[in-house]
C-alpha cells in the first residue's frame, strides 16, 4: 500500500482523536496501523470519528485479510480443508493409520 500525504494527514487527524476519546495509542509506524485506527473507528460511538474511519479506508483500499472464525491452522500454516471435512474420517484412520504433522509434512504410522 502506498502512503501519500492525504492518507498520512488522515492518520494524524484520526490518530488524535482515537487518543482524545478512547485513549487508543496508534503510532504511525506500526506495520498495522491502518488496520488497528479502523478496528477503533468502528468500536468509536463519535460519528466524525467514524466517518474519518470510512474516510481513510477508502483512500488507502484497506482489505481486511482476517480468516474466517472456522479456519484451521496448524503451526502457521492454513489448512485448505474446512473445519467438518477435517473432523471427518479419513482412508488413513479407517485402516487403523494414524497421520501425524511433522515441519508440514505428512508422517504415516
Do not use: F
Not at 23 to 45: F, K, V, W, Y
Not at 70 to 81: F, I, L, P, V
Not at 84 to 96: L, V
Amino acid at each position: 500500500m502506498e502512503l501519500n500525504k492525504a492518507v498520512i494527514d488522515c492518520m494524524r487527524v484520526l490518530r488524535r482523536r482515537l487518543r482524545d476519546e478512547m485513549s487508543e495509542d496508534i503510532h504511525l509506524n506500526q506495520p498495522d496501523a491502518i488496520a488497528a485506527m479502523l478496528h477503533a473507528c468502528l468500536r468509536s460511538g463519535d460519528a466524525e470519528t467514524r466517518a474519518l474511519g470510512v474516510h481513510l479506508a477508502e483512500l488507502s483500499d484497506y482489505q481486511d485479510d482476517s480468516k474466517p472464525a472456522n479456519a484451521r491452522q496448524y503451526r502457521g500454516h492454513e489448512t485448505s480443508k474446512p473445519a467438518s471435512e477435517a473432523a471427518a474420517p479419513t482412508d488413513e484412520a479407517q485402516r487403523g493409520q494414524s497421520v501425524r504433522m511433522y515441519r508440514g509434512q505428512r508422517v504415516y504410522n
